[in-house]
């Protein structure tokens, strides 16, 4: 029963958005050796991202960081017996050690949202704390895909942009602001609704990563549900943008959303590796560099391959309600990219 489950596991996260990318997924004979690296490994999202990982048989070398913690981490997490080999390093002095030679770099290192928080309230302490890893990247692995988690994703990833460009290092196709939770609450959310099951379920999920800047596209849902009516979307749609509170309001204080948020990065970071291995049809919704907008960021779908972001693909054809919602997001997503910028450029 055990070796099933974790047959289960690993068949999930090899599976993306087009079902051609599932049969021709690699198996760990045929990869190539890819290092993963998450930073913030001992934290809530960062203990169940690393075990994710190490069921992953696409990572040949998984190397854990936090400030503390890591150790027990890395010695519980390696005795799993699948392909990749588990270094833990702990504390600012071996930071560069777990980053050298990494492929993808997945950080989900900060402090977690408490009730009465709001993603803006996290974003002094979480933006310092970004700023400082990712100089550290720009160093030690400058050409890794960066997977970015910490809150506020709407800002973090502007900030990651600006440390880059300072190091000489940026890449806009490398810099990813992880979103996949909100696709994966949008279709769980859907199927529910819709009644139909949830693995064939598809909802791209465009603009940021926080409250109305979450803009699912259930217009463009497949297989499509014609027995929705608009009040059922619309409550579809503030659910999914409310995700986060309803976790948060659930664990009483006790928590946010750890264990969906590891999924769904782990899921993200599949899709990168089966990008830079060259697995054709990778198409994820993510937060990076983009002209779909006016906005220099927004998430919508992108096609991943061997340079991280091979095609920012477009919105699409919008229902009026998503019309309405794309316009009332733009202002308080250009504030939040408006206020990572200023913050990575303050001395």
């Given at each position: 029963m055990r070796t099933a489950m974790m047959k289960s596991i690993r068949s999930s996260l090899q599976k993306s958005s087009s079902s051609a990318t599932i049969l021709r997924s690699y198996s760990?004979?045929?990869?190539?050796?890819?290092?993963?690296?998450?930073?913030?490994?001992?934290g809530g999202i960062g203990q169940p991202l690393s075990l994710l990982m190490k069921l992953n048989p696409l990572?040949?070398?998984?190397?854990?960081?936090?400030?503390?913690?890591?150790?027990?981490?890395?010695?519980?997490?390696?005795?799993?017996?699948?392909?990749s080999e588990v270094v833990g390093y702990m504390g600012d002095e071996n930071l560069g050690k777990a980053l050298e030679g990494a492929d993808v770099v997945i950080i989900p290192a900060g402090v977690p949202r408490k009730p009465g928080m709001t993603r803006d309230d996290l974003f002094n302490i979480n933006a310092g704390i970004v700023k400082g890893l990712c100089t550290a990247i720009a160093k030690y692995c400058p050409h890794a895909l960066v997977n970015m988690i910490s809150n506020p994703v709407n800002s973090?990833?502007?900030?990651?942009?600006?440390?880059?460009?300072?190091?000489?290092?940026?890449?806009?196709?490398?810099l990813f602001g992880v979103t996949t939770l909100?696709?994966?609450?949008?279709?769980?959310?859907?199927?529910?609704?819709?009644?139909?099951p949830v693995a064939g379920v598809n909802v791209p999920v465009v603009g940021g990563h926080a409250g109305v800047t979450i803009l699912p596209l259930f217009s463009q849902a497949t297989p499509q549900a014609n027995n929705l009516s608009d009040e059922e979307i619309v409550a579809l749609t503030k659910r999914t943008q409310d995700g986060g509170t309803e976790v948060v309001?659930?664990?009483a204080g006790k928590g946010s959303a750890t264990?969906?948020?590891a999924y769904?990065?782990?899921?993200?970071?599949?899709?990168?590796l089966k990008g830079l291995n060259g697995v054709p049809d990778v198409v994820e919704c993510s937060f990076v560099q983009s002209t779909v907008t006016q906005l220099p960021f927004f998430a919508s779908k992108v096609r991943l391959g061997k340079n991280g972001v091979e095609e920012v693909l477009g919105l699409g054809s919008l229902s009026d309600y998503e019309k309405q919602g794309l316009e009332a997001l733009l202002p308080e997503l250009k504030s939040s990219i408006e206020k990572g910028i200023k913050f990575a450029n303050q001395s």
């Open positions: 760990s004979d045929s990869a190539p050796e890819r290092k993963v690296a998450i930073l913030g490994a001992a990572v040949s070398s998984l190397s854990l960081y936090d400030i503390a913690g890591t150790p027990g981490v890395a010695a519980d997490v390696s005795h799993i017996n699948t392909r973090t990833v502007p900030i990651a942009s600006e440390v880059f460009k300072k190091a000489g290092t940026y890449d806009e196709k490398r909100d696709v994966v609450r949008a279709k769980t959310f859907y199927a529910g609704k819709a009644k139909v309001e659930a664990k264990l969906s948020m769904a990065g782990a899921i993200f970071a599949d899709a990168c």
